[in-house]
């Protein structure tokens, strides 16, 4: 049986010194969290599977992923660690793995140059790329459906999340980061209809994103869908929770955990 992981979000922003890990609400009431070197050896050491770094504002502000921080986060942990924000190019993706990411995650560069995917994945194998999703609700006469954002939540698509997911990895992604923004930091549990819709019409991994606010809630998606991880940031980095207790509890549930 395969293993559901756990996985913790460092959310960075460059506006703060050492670019400091920041959480928000719906991409928005940010606060400011932690050192990301430091938090990224503390849950490793914790038991986490992997760790997400995300640059939320590269994209937005249009430059790149801050290389030097990664390196040092990527030198203080010995888990997988997938690295995105800023990413929009072949050289971006050689920089980022160069310096110690193991995968490089793309949202907007993706959407703006799906051929980017192709490229990429032909390079260094779908294992190194990543496409993540903002999906956000919305609602016609007769049903809902999820748009798809870029610039970190500023700039909507008109693009059906789903239908987007299917393409990502027909063009070679080997993983979807999907993240709800209307569950990001709510703490109410994740969106379950959306990642249930995602995770059933790909072959690739889903890693659930966005609401987080208990082990229950982690055990829900991961038992509900056929996502193969969580993703949660809020209940770690204000001590609500640490992965080994989320871990265990999954355990005493059944769930096949790596402890």
Same mark, same amino acid.
């Given at each position: 049986?395969?293993?559901?992981?756990?996985?913790?979000?460092?959310? /960075?922003?460059?506006?703060?010194?050492?670019?400091?890990?920041?959480?928000?609400?719906?991409?928005?009431?940010? $606060?400011?969290?932690?050192?990301?070197?430091?938090?990224?050896?503390?849950?490793?050491?914790?038991?986490?599977?992997?760790?997400? %770094?995300?640059?939320?504002?590269?994209?937005?502000?249009?430059?790149?992923?801050?290389?030097?921080?990664? $390196? $040092?986060?990527? %030198?203080?942990?010995?888990?997988?660690?997938?690295?995105?924000?800023?990413?929009?190019?072949?050289?971006?993706?050689?920089?980022?793995?160069?310096?110690?990411?193991?995968? /490089?995650?793309?949202?907007?560069?993706?959407?703006?140059?799906?051929?980017?995917?192709?490229?990429?994945?032909? *390079? %260094?194998? #779908?294992? /190194?790329?990543?496409?993540?999703?903002?999906?956000?609700? $919305?609602?016609?006469?007769?049903?809902?459906?999820?748009?798809?954002?870029?610039?970190?939540?500023?700039?909507?698509?008109?693009?059906?999340?789903?239908?987007?997911?299917?393409?990502?990895?027909?063009?070679?992604?080997?993983?979807?980061?999907?993240?709800?923004?209307?569950?990001?930091?709510?703490?109410?549990?994740?969106?379950?209809?959306?990642?249930?819709?995602? #995770?059933?019409?790909? #072959?690739?991994?889903?890693?659930? +994103?966005?609401? /987080?606010?208990?082990?229950?809630? *982690?055990?829900?998606?991961?038992?509900?869908?056929?996502? #193969?991880?969580?993703?949660?940031? +809020?209940? %770690?980095?204000?001590?609500?929770?640490?992965?080994?207790?989320?871990?265990?509890?999954?355990?005493?549930?059944?769930?096949?955990?790596?402890?």
């Amino acid at each position: 049986m395969l293993t559901k992981r756990i996985i913790p979000c460092l959310d /960075c922003d460059l506006a703060v010194p050492k670019g400091r890990v920041v959480k928000g609400i719906m991409f928005k009431q940010i $606060r400011y969290t932690g050192v990301p070197w430091e938090l990224a050896k503390k849950y490793s050491e914790d038991g986490a599977d992997e760790i997400v %770094f995300l640059d939320i504002t590269a994209s937005y502000e249009r430059r790149t992923t801050m290389v030097e921080v990664i $390196r $040092r986060t990527a %030198f203080e942990v010995f888990i997988p660690l997938t690295v995105g924000g800023g990413v929009r190019s072949i050289g971006d993706f050689r920089r980022l793995l160069k310096v110690g990411a193991d995968k /490089c995650s793309m949202n907007t560069a993706a959407i703006k140059n799906p051929d980017l995917i192709n490229k990429a994945s032909r *390079i %260094f194998g #779908s294992q /190194c790329v990543v496409v993540a999703i903002d999906a956000k609700r $919305r609602y016609s006469e007769k049903t809902a459906w999820f748009e798809c954002a870029i610039y970190g939540g500023r700039k909507f698509t008109g693009i059906d999340a789903v239908e987007w997911a299917e393409e990502a990895e027909r063009r070679g992604a080997g993983e979807i980061l999907l993240t709800s923004m209307d569950r990001d930091g709510t703490n109410e549990g994740y969106d379950l209809e959306l990642t249930k819709e995602v #995770s059933g019409r790909v #072959s690739i991994p889903v890693i659930a +994103s966005g609401g /987080c606010g208990n082990p229950a809630q *982690i055990y829900e998606v991961l038992s509900r869908t056929q996502a #193969s991880a969580a993703l949660a940031a +809020s209940i %770690f980095h204000f001590n609500q929770y640490n992965i080994r207790e989320v871990k265990t509890y999954l355990k005493k549930e059944g769930m096949a955990v790596r402890l």
